[in-house]
């Protein structure tokens, strides 16, 4: 059957990417691209997009039929930061727009699902040193509250019902060509764009804030790769944890000086203290490079290059 994709939330930080990948991979006339309004003009001018609301079951399920998809990747959530500012809605939106997709897949409509998970599944009782793939979880913010229900999900409709989802807990995300939106590890964006622009930067974390990060094109190929793996290859149905490098705003800050010598850095410490505080400061990720060989490419160094090269 030939591979026909929808993604949903294709405007966002990691969609906007992924639509670009997936357009390369499966050809621009086999990949629908959807998002609640038309947010970027390369994902909407480059292919088909179509707007809907992640939230509409029917909506969904009409544009399944109408382009035969086969692979649905569901991008659309509320991050960290802005969850906190409005659980309610970050509960529905995270939520049922899973079930939507989970449910089109247990009726038969869809063959095979991504939906991202993220480290904001641990909380403050995880042991924050390489974390393992199984460990006490007990998140204290909505998203990672809504992240840690939502592979329990999908583990149950594999289980259950034999859906076929795929998920990786992403680490922080770094790239460069959209803005990235409400997440605690935003930081590691903005400050390669004020490290040009103004040669100096205020960090909303403290200096020693650890936390496990990863640039795009990692966190991109990780996807592609998981979800093309054999089925039999995917042995664990709640969510893979997943690493790149781990750093401190400190180390970004001095990786920065290396290229921007009078670059400074000052530290205020904001109410995304205490989210980053609840989280992981590195991460196991062995089960990922035994089941599908997974295996990361950016170190820090490498991606300071890329950042700083690709926004002058
Ligand atoms: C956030 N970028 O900060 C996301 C991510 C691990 C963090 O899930 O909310």
Redesign the pocket.
């Given at each position: 059957m030939k591979t026909k994709v929808l993604i949903i939330g294709a405007c966002g930080?990691i969609g906007t990417e992924l639509t670009h990948k997936l357009r390369d991979i499966y050809g621009i006339d086999n990949v629908v691209a959807s998002d609640i309004r038309k947010l970027n003009n390369d994902v909407v001018n480059n292919g088909i997009f179509e707007v809907i609301n992640a939230l509409d079951y029917n909506q969904i399920e009409h544009l399944i039929e109408q382009y035969q998809i086969t692979d649905v990747y569901l991008m659309a959530a509320l991050?960290?930061?802005t969850a906190e500012k409005n659980p309610a809605f970050a509960w529905d939106l995270n939520m049922n727009s899973l079930f939507h997709v989970l449910n089109l897949a247990k009726a038969g409509k869809i063959k095979k699902i991504f939906w991202p998970s993220?480290?904001?599944v641990f909380g403050p009782t995880t042991p924050r040193i390489n974390t393992p793939q199984y460990t006490i979880m007990e998140p204290t913010t909505v998203?990672g509250i809504s992240k840690q229900t939502g592979e329990r999900w999908c583990e149950y409709y594999n289980k259950q019902y034999g859906v076929d989802v795929r998920s990786i807990r992403?680490?922080?995300?770094i790239s460069w060509t959209t803005e990235?939106g409400?997440?605690?590890?935003?930081y590691a964006v903005d400050i390669y764009h004020k490290a040009l622009s103004d040669g100096a930067f205020e960090c909303f974390l403290s200096e020693d804030t650890a936390?496990?990060m990863m640039y795009m094109d990692d966190a991109i190929r990780a996807t592609i790769e998981i979800m093309q793996a054999d089925e039999d290859k995917i042995k664990i149905r709640s969510s893979y944890n997943l690493s790149g490098v781990s750093f401190t705003p400190k180390e970004i800050a001095t990786e920065i000086k290396k290229h921007i010598p009078d670059f400074t850095i000052t530290y205020k410490p904001d109410f995304r203290q205490k989210i980053a505080d609840s989280?992981p400061a590195s991460i196991d990720d062995s089960n990922a490079r035994e089941d599908w060989q997974w295996k990361h490419q950016f170190d820090l160094a490498s991606m300071t290059i890329e950042m700083l090269e690709n926004l002058k």
């Open positions: 930080q991050l960290s930061a993220s480290i904001a998203y992403y680490p922080g995300l990235p409400g997440g605690t590890t935003d936390l496990p989280w």
